[in-house]
């Protein structure tokens, strides 16, 4: 993804604007994979302080989840605002001074797109706020068939417990 800024290169204070698509490859982060089951969408603007470019705008797409109680996929929608400088250093340098390098009239946007939706993209949740889950005993998923397990006294922990100190006492 790339923004070409050679107008506002040539006068400082000028704001360019853009709405850039593009579709991402799968992504990842700790050993997590982030994939995007859209393309990203960025709508950007910037302008040339002399100095280097400020961008600034909203990024958005949707990636691929498991949900935390069924482990159903499901595809949630995230969107981000931005601001990140841009300047005409080295990388190491840049990553020093915690913003991207760039050179030539073009800016070149895919490691900041990389690095918003490694820090942004949902990571945990739910397939509906009220999914039913796992069954505990047989597994099945309850928001698609009712199963015939019955819980002790509906998923009190100590009720099995309570029940054994009763059989101890028979004793
Ligand atoms: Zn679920
Ligand atoms: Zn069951």
């Given at each position: 993804m790339e923004l070409?800024?050679?107008?506002?290169?040539?006068?400082?204070?000028?704001?360019?604007?853009?709405?850039?698509?593009?579709?991402?490859?799968?992504?990842?982060?700790?050993?997590?994979?982030?994939?995007?089951?859209?393309?990203?969408?960025?709508?950007?603007?910037?302008?040339?302080?002399?100095?280097?470019?400020?961008?600034?705008?909203?990024?958005?797409?949707?990636?691929?989840?498991?949900?935390?109680?069924?482990?159903?996929?499901?595809?949630?929608?995230?969107?981000?605002?931005?601001?990140?400088?841009?300047?005409?250093?080295?990388?190491?340098?840049?990553?020093?001074?915690?913003?991207?390098?760039?050179?030539?009239?073009v800016?070149v946007?895919?490691?900041?797109?990389?690095?918003?939706?490694?820090?942004?993209?949902?990571?945990?949740?739910?397939?509906?706020?009220?999914?039913?889950?796992?069954?505990?005993?047989?597994?099945?998923?309850?928001?698609?068939?009712?199963?015939?397990?019955?819980?002790?006294?509906?998923?009190?922990?100590?009720?099995?417990?309570?029940?054994?100190?009763?059989?101890?006492?028979?004793?």
């Amino acid at each position: 993804m790339e923004l070409n800024v050679a107008t506002e290169l040539k006068l400082a204070g000028t704001i360019g604007h853009s709405e850039l698509t593009e579709r991402f490859t799968d992504l990842e982060l700790n050993g997590r994979q982030i994939v995007l089951t859209e393309p990203v969408r960025v709508d950007v603007s910037w302008s040339f302080d002399g100095d280097g470019f400020t961008l600034s705008g909203t990024l958005s797409s949707a990636v691929l989840m498991n949900c935390t109680k069924c482990n159903d996929e499901f595809i949630e929608a995230f969107s981000v605002d931005f601001t990140e400088r841009f300047l005409r250093v080295g990388e190491a340098e840049a990553e020093e001074l915690e913003c991207y390098p760039y050179s030539g009239d073009v800016l070149v946007l895919d490691k900041m797109v990389e690095d918003l939706v490694l820090l942004n993209a949902p990571m945990y949740g739910l397939c509906r706020p009220d999914c039913r889950g796992l069954c505990p005993i047989c597994g099945t998923n309850l928001n698609n068939t009712q199963c015939s397990c019955t819980l002790p006294d509906e998923g009190n922990p100590f009720a099995a417990l309570k029940e054994l100190k009763e059989l101890l006492k028979d004793d």
